[in-house]
C-alpha cells in the first residue's frame, strides 16, 4: 500500500519506515528539516519536507503522495525539564496534536485517503478512579492536575477528530523506552533523582519503542477503526518497576519520600503521575490487531534496554 509517515524523521518513525518497507508498502515519509530528508531516504522512504502546521504544504505533500494510508507521528518530544511546567513543555507537540492533526486530516480528505492512523498516549490520561487498570472503553481523567490540562485537551482533540474520520484508528502508546528512547530516564535513576514520591502507587504501562512500531505497522491493515492500546502485558506501580529499573542500571535504590514533599518539591503532576496514574490493558489490540508485544514485561525488557541480564523469575517474584 502507500503509506505517507508524518513525522518520519522521529523516534518511532526511525523504527517504523524499515518495518513498513520490509512488508511491502511504498513509503513517503515527511519531515520538516531538510537536514533529515537523506536520513529518511536512507530508512527506505521517499523524503518530502512539510511542516505539519503549514496547511498548504501538508496538503500539497499529500496530495502528491496520494497514500492510501496516513500514519500521524509528528511530535517535538524532548528530556522533560519542569514538570510543574508540564503544558509549557509539551506545547509544540500539543500544536502538532491540535492543529498538525487538523491539516493531516484535511489532507487525507482531499486526496481520499481511506485509513488515517494516529499517535496518542495512555497512562496519566487515564481517569484516576475505581480499579487499577483500563481499558479503552473507559473515560478520560475529567480532572487532570492544572499543569496537566492543555495537554490532555490536546490528546482529546487528536483522539475525537481522527474518530469522527470513517477509517480512523488512534492508537494510545504506553511509555516509550528502549534504544533511542527515554533515554533521559536513566541519568536521574543512576542519580538517584527520580524518587519514589508516597508510596508509588502510580500504575505505569510501558511499551518497547520497537513493539509500538511492530503494533502500527499491524494497525495498517488490520483491526477496525477505533481506539487501540499498545501496552505491554504488565501494568505496574512506581513502587515496583523504579527499584527494578535501578537494579537493571547497577544504582543504588532510589529514595522514598512523602508525598507533601514530593508536592513541596515537584509539584502536584509528579505526585499524580507518582501516586494516582491508572495502567491500561492491551486485550484490544492483541485480539483484533494480532499484535503482541515481544517483551511482554518490563522485566524482561528493561535489563535488554540497559544491557543487563534479567534476574530469575522467582528472585524477580520476591524482590517485588
Not at 117 to 145: C, F, M
Not at 217 to 246: H, K, Q
Not at 293 to 309: L, N, Q, V
Amino acid at each position: 500500500m502507500r503509506v505517507f509517515v508524518a513525522g518520519a524523521a522521529g523516534v518511532m518513525g526511525q523504527r517504523l519506515v524499515p518495518l513498513l518497507t520490509e512488508a511491502g508498502h511504498e513509503v513517503t515519509g515527511s519531515t520538516r528539516s531538510a537536514g533529515r530528508a537523506d536520513a529518511i531516504r536512507r530508512l527506505g522512504a521517499t523524503p518530502v519536507i512539510a511542516d505539519g502546521l503549514d496547511a498548504e504544504g501538508v496538503g500539497g505533500a499529500v496530495g502528491q503522495a496520494q497514500p492510501e494510508v496516513i500514519i500521524h507521528q509528528m511530535t517535538a518530544l524532548s528530556s522533560m525539564r519542569n514538570f510543574r511546567r508540564f503544558d509549557r513543555e509539551f506545547a509544540a507537540t500539543n500544536r502538532l496534536r491540535t492543529a498538525g492533526t487538523d491539516n493531516l486530516l484535511a489532507a487525507a480528505r482531499a486526496a481520499g485517503t481511506g485509513r488515517f492512523i494516529a499517535q496518542s498516549y495512555t497512562g496519566w490520561p487515564n481517569i484516576r478512579e475505581g480499579g487499577p487498570v483500563k481499558t479503552e472503553e473507559d473515560q478520560l481523567d475529567p480532572h487532570p492536575p492544572a499543569a496537566m490540562a492543555e495537554s490532555l485537551r490536546a490528546i482529546r482533540h487528536v483522539e475525537r477528530a481522527v474518530s469522527a474520520f470513517p477509517g480512523g484508528v488512534v492508537l494510545r502508546y504506553g511509555g516509550f523506552y528502549g534504544p533511542g528512547a527515554s533515554e533521559s530516564l536513566l541519568g536521574p535513576v543512576r542519580k538517584r533523582q527520580m524518587p519514589v514520591i508516597g508510596g508509588g502507587t502510580g500504575i505505569w504501562s510501558f511499551c518497547q519503542i520497537e513493539d509500538a512500531a511492530a503494533a502500527t505497522v499491524a494497525a495498517v491493515t488490520r483491526g477496525a477503526p477505533g481506539i487501540y492500546n499498545i501496552v505491554d502485558d504488565e501494568p505496574a506501580p512506581v513502587a515496583e518497576w523504579l527499584p527494578f529499573l535501578a537494579r537493571c542500571l547497577g544504582a543504588k535504590p532510589p529514595l522514598r519520600v512523602p508525598a507533601w514533599l514530593g508536592r513541596l518539591l515537584a509539584g502536584e503532576a509528579v505526585v499524580s503521575l507518582m501516586t494516582q496514574t491508572r495502567g491500561s490493558s492491551n486485550e484490544k489490540a492483541k485480539r483484533e490487531l494480532g499484535w503482541s508485544p515481544r517483551y511482554a514485561s518490563w522485566r524482561d525488557g528493561f535489563p535488554a534496554w540497559t544491557g543487563t541480564s534479567p534476574a530469575p523469575r522467582a528472585v524477580r517474584d520476591n524482590a517485588a
